[in-house]
């Protein structure tokens, strides 16, 4: 690595603290991505994203996530309306719905994607926030269409007293319709009233209508908007666990910590912008080395989920092949993996010394142990060891005679060190990340809200489903099946 690899590689915000010295971008190329940047228009890409304008252009949406997280509760223009009164409206009935909940012994959320990821990763996380009181009831997250998820859940579920919350942008989503109406199913079984059934059934959605049809009563629903991405909505009423879990202070304090990351977003210059520099090193790594994954390494098993959720938001938000005019782009979201450290060491760092692929790291640690066992304090300082010392490792590598025991180095990494992870933190690291992805998005001219790639699988599985249902050869299904899925066909049909 360079021996002064920054002017400066030490940015904070918000408490938080982004370490970009084993990035191995000296201060002359840090000068050239900042201008890239300016030359970009990042910046009034910022501010149009903020002021509510329809960045989402193919879908002729804005996307104001932010404003989901605006306790100042100043006003939000879309559009001309302030979207503000609804917003508080729908923190007012959460705040309402937790001081009903009494008796309530497992609470089923039934969601996929964006209604799932956001919502699990922070009831485990704050699961392990030591003096973090939970109101002790048992929440399931159901999200597979594969019954074995389903069935382990309602062994457990006590049906008189549970409750479930249906969470689907557009309520068509056909895992979460499925697995709602076999929920339901299970309460009539288990001789629930009609009555009953419907005091225990809750919606998020942005579809009132459809969550009527489905028979939840107006009272249970909590709308979302068509200018949040699924993605980017743990924020909203999809976040109800959380509340429920932990009370209502709790996600508030989780939405605090990222409308302060928001603030630095969008105030901040583009030289001390913590998404900006993380999105720039990343932009940087591409660029110089070609780079076609990264990982994320909480050092920290509270966060262990922390790289299933940015799975989603990067490549779902990013993994596109063109641009926002259409014509093809050079880079775009990298492959995403990783999982907690140090249990991350002894699975695939092999490969990240002495592979032939760079593979960039966010190396996330916590300074504060995540337990108030006599053993914390030696425990956490032998996780943090290991954290600074694989960073390191990377960075500089290892000269020998024998090939075999070669580091190569100049693998790049940041460190991103949080006070401690309570709601806050994890509400300002997650919005971290969601700013930093939206830039990288700018800066690739990619749309970052929209996902079209997901579709075309959805339409070719309703005529295969259709194929396996009825048990007939499947080249008599139609046109969309090819002969290698018609084979496959009849093998289950059989």
């Known amino acids: 690595m360079p021996s002064k690899p920054s002017a400066n590689p030490i940015h904070t915000a918000v408490d938080v603290i982004l370490d970009t010295a084993y990035q191995g971008i000296d201060a002359q190329a840090w000068d050239g991505l900042f201008a890239q940047a300016h030359k970009s228009g990042l910046e009034q890409f910022i501010t149009d994203l903020f002021a509510g304008k329809h960045v989402n252009a193919s879908e002729n949406r804005a996307a104001l996530h932010s404003a989901l997280r605006n306790l100042s509760k100043s006003p939000v223009l879309l559009d001309g309306e302030d979207v503000m009164p609804a917003v508080s409206d729908?923190?007012?009935?959460?705040?309402?719905?937790?001081?009903?909940?009494?008796?309530v012994t497992d609470v089923i959320h039934i969601g996929i994607g964006g209604s799932d990821f956001g919502p699990r990763l922070a009831i485990e996380a704050l699961s392990h926030v030591p003096g973090l009181q939970s109101r002790g009831m048992r929440m399931h997250f159901l999200s597979n269409i594969d019954t074995a998820e389903l069935a382990r859940i309602l062994q457990r579920a006590q049906p008189n007293s549970t409750r479930v919350i249906?969470?689907?942008?557009?309520?068509t989503t056909l895992e979460t319709t499925m697995n709602a109406k076999a929920v339901v199913n299970w309460l009539k079984d288990n001789d629930c009233t009609?009555?009953?059934i419907a005091h225990s059934l809750f919606a998020v959605t942005a579809n009132i209508a459809a969550a009527k049809t489905f028979g939840i009563e107006e009272d249970n629903i909590y709308p979302f908007w068509d200018w949040v991405g699924g993605r980017y909505s743990v924020w909203s009423a999809v976040g109800l666990p959380i509340a429920l879990q932990y009370g209502f202070k709790t996600f508030q304090d989780f939405l605090a910590g990222a409308h302060a990351m928001d603030l630095h977003f969008r105030s901040a210059p583009l030289e001390e912008n913590l998404p900006v520099i993380m999105a720039l090193?990343?932009?940087?790594?591409q660029q110089t080395h070609d780079i076609k994954s990264f990982a994320a390494i909480p050092y920290a098993d509270a966060l262990d989920g922390f790289p299933k959720w940015l799975q989603q938001?990067?490549?779902?938000?990013?993994?596109?092949?063109?641009?926002r005019d259409g014509k093809p782009v050079k880079f775009s979201s990298p492959v995403v993996f990783g999982s907690s450290g140090s249990n991350a060491q002894h699975s695939y760092f092999q490969l990240f010394h002495q592979g032939t692929e760079t593979i960039p790291i966010d190396?996330?640690?916590?300074r504060k142990p995540?337990?108030?066992r006599p053993e914390a304090v030696a425990h956490h300082r032998i996780l943090m060891s290991n954290c600074l010392a694989q960073a390191q490792a990377l960075a500089h590598g290892k000269d020998a005679k024998n090939p075999n025991e070669v580091y190569p180095g100049?693998?790049?990494?940041?460190?991103?060190?949080?006070?401690?992870?309570?709601?806050?933190?994890?509400?300002?690291?997650?919005a971290l990340y969601e700013n930093r992805t939206v830039a990288l998005g700018a800066l690739w001219n990619i749309n970052s809200f929209d996902q079209p790639g997901v579709e075309l699988g959805k339409v070719l599985a309703k005529p295969i489903e259709q194929a396996l249902a009825s048990g007939s050869d499947a080249i008599e299904a139609g046109d969309s099946i090819d002969d290698v899925t018609a084979a496959r066909i009849n093998y289950l049909n059989s």
């Open 90 to 103: 729908v923190w007012r009935r959460i705040d309402s719905l937790c001081n009903q909940w009494v008796g």
């Open 166 to 171: 249906i969470v689907s942008k557009s309520f």
């Open 194 to 196: 009609s009555g009953q």
């Open 281 to 285: 090193a990343l932009l940087y790594q």
């Open 313 to 323: 938001l990067d490549m779902e938000s990013n993994g596109k092949r063109v641009g």
């Open 363 to 366: 190396f996330i640690a916590v």
């Open 370 to 372: 995540m337990s108030d």
């Open 410 to 430: 100049k693998r790049p990494s940041n460190l991103l060190l949080l006070p401690e992870l309570n709601a806050f933190y994890l509400g300002a690291l997650l």
